[in-house]
């Protein structure tokens, strides 16, 4: 079976596509799932991403497994016989081998179907962006299927090889992308009193905005808050003109949502003084918005039960993790969880150029799978 996966997760590794650009991908995983036939396969909207639901037809628990398939936008430059096609585009998140061990186990369902209750077994677009699990939950016919419990596994570098890794409550932060555009009006560069230039409101936002998690706010949050500033432009590349628009962007980070929606709204209310203390309009937006990951301890105790039964080693995460995840959509309507397996300590991290999903972590990621269904609907 392990065999089989690696041949999948290659398949996929040599063919990414990105974030809600998986028409392919699903194609593949689609041809995969039908071979196996469930009780219902359906697409997602545009043809991206796709369910599985393996019926058992008898009462019992709804239980989501959710694999996410979308590539990033890094150019790969290893010389694995799989190596990207596509330029400028890889698997450094390892979404390949979340989808290719989900792709297996649903072998396994076939020959083992559920006996109360349903599986559904989902391949989810869009990860990377934080608009695959929303557009899923909006989909009428997913909406139809209504999960109690969801699960997903995500590989961890950093940590040792094949260890199951669970927390109870914030398992990843939330985050959002803050673009904030200034307005004001040129001049000639010799006579900017003329007009509106954002030059000083930009470098005042540029120094304060990172210190509002800290400068006398911190005690204001309940838990771990960071702004981190990630792009800024201003005017055109003109020695004559002096600039009148300007635009920064900032990615905001917090392990609570409460804490999240608190340092919005003092992020927004800076930029707003500043502004218009210049005289300047302004306009804010948001991108790539996260809620936070936050486990349920129920579905915790299930995966914690499963690596034990399993003989796999357990680590507890002292901390969440900064990175996001919008499996955190699924946790606001189903009890769920998020949880690791170790991709290695020394393995690259997450979105490294070198990184490559560890195929030795196949198997414990394959009985992890078993486990928890076995638990719930045998």
């Known amino acids: 079976m392990a065999e089989e996966i690696i041949k999948i997760r290659h398949q996929l590794h040599q063919f990414p596509e990105l974030s809600g650009s998986e028409t392919e991908t699903t194609l593949y995983i689609s041809a995969l799932l039908n071979e196996l036939k469930p009780d219902l396969l359906q ?10 639901v393996f019926d058992s037809g008898k009462p019992g628990p709804a239980v989501l497994f959710r694999a ?21 585009v890889s698997h450094k998140c390892g979404h390949d081998g979340h989808a290719a061990i ?15 209750g349903k599986l559904i077994l989902l391949f989810q677009p869009a990860e990377e962006t934080g608009m695959g699990a929303k557009s899923i939950l909006e989909n009428p016919d997913f909406n139809k299927l209504k999960p109690d ?10 940590f040792p090889v094949s260890g199951a890794v669970v927390r109870i409550g914030t398992f990843a932060a939330a985050s959002s992308g803050m673009i904030i555009k200034l307005k004001g009006r040129t001049s000639h560069a010799s006579e900017p009193e003329k007009g509106q230039s954002p030059a000083s409101v930009m470098a005042q936002l540029m120094s304060g905005l990172p210190g509002l998690t800290r400068n ?40 609570l949502n409460e804490d999240m929606e608190y340092l919005c709204k003092l992020a927004e209310e800076m930029v707003a003084k500043a502004s218009q203390s210049a005289g300047l309009d302004f306009e804010i937006s948001y991108t790539e918005e996260f809620p936070a990951t936050i486990n349920h301890e129920e579905p915790v105790e299930m995966v914690t039960e499963a690596a034990k039964e399993t003989g796999t080693a357990l680590i507890s995460a002292i901390l969440p993790f900064r990175w996001s995840e919008d499996f955190a959509h699924f946790g606001l309507q189903s009890k769920a969880v998020l949880f690791g397996i170790g991709a290695g300590e020394n393995h690259p991290p997450l979105h490294h150029p070198d990184y490559d999903f560890p195929d030795q972590i196949i198997p414990v990621a394959l009985k992890m799978w078993e486990a928890v269904y076995f638990k719930l609907l045998k």
């Open 102 to 116: 989900l792709a297996g186990f649903a072998s396994q369902v076939a020959k083992n179907r559920p006996e109360k």
């Open 68 to 88: 996410d398939i979308d590539a990033l936008p890094i150019n790969e430059t290893s010389d694995l016989p799989y190596a990207s096609a596509n330029q400028g």
């Open 149 to 158: 419990y969801c699960f997903a596994m995500h590989n961890l570098p950093g």
């Open 216 to 255: 006398g706010n911190a005690g204001k949050f309940n838990d771990f808050v960071m702004l981190t500033l990630i792009h800024a432009n201003m005017g055109k590349p003109s020695f004559g003109t002096s600039p009148g628009e300007a635009v920064l962007m900032a990615t905001l980070r917090a392990y």
């Open 43 to 52: 697409k997602g909207a545009d043809e991206k991403g796709v369910w599985a």
